[in-house]
């Protein structure tokens, strides 16, 4: 069974990001063994003098990436831009390989969010990451594609985000 990591940009407890990895775990529980990570909000900054000695949580974090098949990173935009605690998850892999070659798909769900899905984008292509075309998805006014209620999406935007699973798997 294919294993993917799914890291969500949002720190926000009940986040529409959150929501997104919760539905495509329910959708594809059966074929794949996906994880939600969430500890990004308690790594320390990142620091390039730290090569050797890693704190636990990042080479955790990298350990994770590195085994899994693919990974999904799903974030909102904040000042036209990716969370800083997202950056930050995503420069601590700066000196490493994990994401070289590593089937990546992305999911941007924000109010606008063009451009932190080209932030988000320029960041995993310069880590060397491999994101098919239809690995890429820009969820504008995502809220209101969203049922709190229910804790279900329209179906059209559903049929979206399972595709992205699809191309990186």
Known sequence: MKKILAISGSTRKN????????????????????????????????????????????????????????????????????PGTLKNALEW???????????????????????????????LTTLGAKIPEQGKLLISGASGKYDKITNKFDENTLQKILQVVVAIA
């Not at 959708?27 to 050797?52: G, L, R």
């Not at 700066?94 to 984008?121: C, R």
């Open 93 to 123: 892999t700066v000196a490493t390989v994990v994401f070289t070659d590593k089937p990546v798909g992305i999911i941007v769900a924000a109010a606008g969010g063009e451009k932190a899905f080209e932030s988000l984008e320029l960041v």
């Open 15 to 82: 986040s529409v990001n959150k929501a997104i990895l919760e539905s495509i775990t329910s959708v594809y529980a059966e074929q794949y063994d996906i994880e939600i990570y969430e500890q990004i909000s308690s790594f320390p900054h990142f620091n390039p003098d730290i090569t050797e000695n890693l704190p636990a949580v990042i080479s955790d974090f990298i350990q994770r990436i590195e085994q899994a098949d693919a990974v999904i990173i799903c974030s909102p935009e904040y000042v036209f831009s990716i």
